[in-house]
């Protein structure tokens, strides 16, 4: 059997390691458009927890790691001249050059041809008996395929930039700055004792205000921003002391996330065209803000390998076992990312509403809850806690609201809806708390409006414009919104814009909540109440 992989790629080196481990009578050879020392971008960074299955099927990662990697536990996040730590964050960095040469090494030593500076389309591998697409979010060979995928692919609204630092971090850390054109926000991560990663985001008007929107994109590959370098260097320069930022092709870019139904193609219209099985990039990304997409692509290795190495005769079931046992686990983590994209996305937003204890609780209760964050750091969520209290005067759920006449004595409620689960009132608690009705329209004396979220963010635009409306009634606006349907991200989004940008309190009606994810909700200031159903 004989196997093409085009990319040299932390995936594609990996798959032919180890399906030359499990099968020395497989060919293999990868195709590498670049030289071997070529890379784009500065470092990878791995959490702790996940690395178990890949240090499993071979220690080359480890050894990277182990040796030349920077490790941490702490999260650190920097706001208003305040610095907040979370730990049982363990993580590792590497150099993405050193970890490349090592894996080329590893695959050469078992075997594998590794040519480089050498770039293949699909009729020149027509030789093959399969070609693993492992060329990145850029594929050539998917581009070559006449065949549906169903790829989704959706753009993010922020604005992202990669360089690398001589300052380094101690740890991952996030970096708030407001500049006279907006809120800049960097991703920080040590990946050896000289360098650390330095990704910056930032919305899309605050990057047309600061000019940044000059870089001619158009220039080939290779060549960065210098007019960016040299402002984020001066916004940033007492958080990094005075150090420089490198570049390696540092341009802006708006991040793609991408979604493949198939991962794979049996035949095409061509007869001679071979099996293609796609791995990484190629067919799914999820935001480098809940992990590592080498870490993706190389599990898809694992998996790719196993399922060719158990089934070499019949590639069609290898490939649809390929499929069912990494897909699960790259759409948990797509699904995971979406919410953490959505925060990059608001992050301004949240700089100027929050104080720096609840933006960083904010931030990293983002897609877990109050009692699992407890378990990481103790320490982090009760001085979290503590914020709220000395603020309020009591416990999140135990805080007492008012307004307009109507109050509740804690911010758990519980709520009647109709059968198909339209809210109608929140219940009084106590004899001495009345009903407050739910309504599409105004009523007389205190109410609260009913806004049904939208099951996707693009009807967002719509219900914030409702929102502004009855934001604009005067005396007669609801003492609060209470939110229910479309989805959690949703009906969170819809919350936010309420409370923050029309100042409406809202109530979140969420029919899965249980006392722990209310707190997080009203700890973070997602929403004021949460509604469970009666």
């Given at each position: 059997m004989r196997v093409a992989v085009a990319g040299g790629g932390p995936g594609g080196l990996f798959f032919a390691t180890l399906i030359r481990r499990a099968d020395p009578s497989i060919e293999v050879t990868v195709f590498e458009r670049n030289r071997a020392d070529d890379t784009f971008g500065f470092g990878v960074v791995f959490s702790d927890r996940t690395l178990a299955g890949i240090h499993e099927a071979d220690p080359v990662l480890r050894e990277a790691l182990t040796e030349h990697g920077r490790h941490w536990d702490e999260i650190e996040v920097r706001l208003k001249g305040e610095r907040i730590r979370c730990g049982g964050n363990g993580m590792a960095a590497v150099v993405r050059r050193t970890l490349l040469a090592l894996m080329q090494a590893r695959a050469r030593d078992v075997g594998a041809d590794l040519r480089f500076s050498t770039e293949v389309t699909l009729d020149e591998l027509a030789d093959y008996d399969l070609v693993v697409a492992a060329d990145g979010a850029g594929s050539?060979?998917?581009e070559q395929l006449d065949a549906d995928l169903g790829v989704e692919v959706e753009i993010a609204t922020a604005k992202f930039i990669w360089f690398g630092t001589d300052y380094l971090f101690d740890g991952l850390t996030f970096v708030h700055e407001r500049s006279p054109d907006g809120v800049f926000a960097v991703h920080g991560y040590p990946i050896s004792d000289e360098v650390s990663t330095f990704i910056v985001e930032t919305d899309e008007a605050s990057w047309r205000r600061a000019?940044?929107?000059?870089?001619?994109?158009?220039?080939?590959?290779?060549?960065?921003?210098?007019?960016?370098?040299?402002?984020?260097?001066?916004?940033?320069?007492?958080?990094?002391?005075?150090?420089?930022?490198?570049?390696?092709?540092?341009?802006?870019?708006?991040f793609r996330t991408r979604r493949t139904r198939r991962w794979h193609t049996l035949r095409t219209g061509k007869a001679s065209t071979p099996p293609v099985a796609f791995l990484g990039d190629a067919v799914h990304t999820a935001h480098f803000s809940v992990g590592s997409g080498t870490k993706m692509a190389m599990e898809d290795a694992v998996a790719l390998s196993r399922a060719v190495a158990g089934s070499p005769s019949d590639l069609g079931a290898a490939l649809t076992a390929y499929e069912e046992a990494a897909q699960p686990s790259v759409r948990k983590i797509q699904n995971s990312a979406r919410p953490s994209l959505a925060w990059w996305e608001h992050f301004g937003r949240y700089h100027d509403e929050f104080e720096p204890w609840q933006f960083a609780y904010h931030f990293l209760s983002r897609s877990i809850?109050?009692?699992?964050?407890?378990?990481?750091?103790?320490?982090?969520?009760?001085?979290?806690?503590?914020?709220?209290?000395?603020?309020?005067?009591?416990?999140?759920?135990?805080?007492?609201?008012?307004?307009?006449?109507?109050?509740?004595p804690g911010r758990l409620v519980t709520?009647?809806?109709?059968?198909?689960?339209?809210?109608?009132?929140?219940?009084?608690?106590?004899?001495?708390?009345?009903?407050?009705?739910?309504?599409?329209?105004?009523?007389?004396?205190?109410?609260?409006?009913?806004?049904?979220?939208?099951?996707?963010?693009?009807?967002?635009?719509?219900?914030?414009?409702?929102?502004?409306?009855?934001?604009?009634?005067?005396?007669?606006?609801?003492?609060?919104?209470?939110?229910?349907?479309?989805?959690?991200?949703?009906?969170?989004?819809?919350?936010?814009?309420?409370?923050?940008?029309?100042?409406?309190?809202?109530?979140?009606?969420?029919?899965?909540?249980?006392?722990?994810?209310?707190?997080?909700?009203?700890?973070?200031?997602?929403?004021?109440?949460?509604?469970?159903?009666?």
């Open positions: 050539k060979i998917r000019g940044l929107d000059e870089f001619d994109v158009t220039q080939p590959p290779g060549t960065s921003d210098m007019i960016t370098k040299t402002y984020l260097e001066k916004l940033f320069a007492d958080q990094i002391d005075g150090k420089q930022l490198l570049t390696n092709n540092s341009r802006w870019g708006n809850t109050d009692a699992r964050l407890a378990k990481r750091d103790p320490a982090f969520v009760a001085a979290s806690h503590r914020g709220w209290v000395e603020e309020h005067g009591a416990e999140p759920l135990e805080t007492p609201f008012d307004r307009a006449g109507w109050s509740v709520v009647s809806a109709t059968a198909a689960g339209v809210p109608t009132a929140v219940l009084g608690s106590t004899e001495e708390t009345q009903t407050l009705p739910l309504a599409d329209e105004p009523q007389s004396g205190p109410w609260g409006a009913t806004i049904a979220a939208p099951d996707s963010e693009a009807g967002l635009p719509e219900v914030f414009a409702r929102l502004t409306d009855l934001a604009g009634l005067g005396t007669a606006a609801p003492v609060l919104v209470a939110v229910y349907g479309g989805t959690s991200l949703t009906r969170t989004l819809v919350c936010e814009q309420a409370r923050m940008h029309d100042r409406l309190p809202a109530l979140l009606v969420d029919p899965e909540s249980d006392r722990d994810r209310a707190l997080t909700t009203v700890l973070a200031g997602r929403a004021e109440l949460v509604g469970v159903p009666a």
